[in-house]
């Protein structure tokens, strides 16, 4: 994923967007709306209702604290477990699809 901004609330639901490798297009259909209304809000144009903001964290697979304070809580992991995260977070998107069925496939047996 290319370096993208996490400043404000528009910044974090594109930087969302991008992490589930969705356009703004499917973002839209996802969320019954229109394309420009996801612009609209990426841009930091105008205020959004609270409910819109639970069902973007929703549709994004994020937390409402994310996308409004820039902050998650994070599980306490071992090192190990960490590094994997780590790891896996820096590969491009169709590497890490690879990895997840690579994984599956040894955590089946």
Do not use: W
């Not at 991008?18 to 709306?33: D, F, H, P, S, V």
């Not at 609270?50 to 071992?78: H, R």
């Not at 995260?85 to 994984?103: C, P, V």
Request: charged content about 30%.
């Amino acid at each position: 994923m290319k370096n993208v901004k996490e400043e404000t609330l528009g910044q974090r639901i594109r930087a969302a967007r991008i992490r589930n490798g969705i356009t703004q297009e499917q973002l839209a259909e996802a969320m019954l709306a229109k394309k420009s209304m996801i612009s609209y809000y990426e841009n930091d144009h105008g205020d959004m209702k609270q409910s819109m903001i639970v069902e973007l964290a929703k549709t994004l697979g994020t937390t409402v604290e994310y996308l409004v304070c820039g902050t998650q809580k994070t599980p306490n992991l071992d090192a190990d477990s960490a590094e994997l995260l780590k790891l896996f977070a820096s590969l491009d998107e169709s590497t890490r699809q690879i990895m997840l069925l690579q994984m599956r496939a040894v955590a089946k047996r």
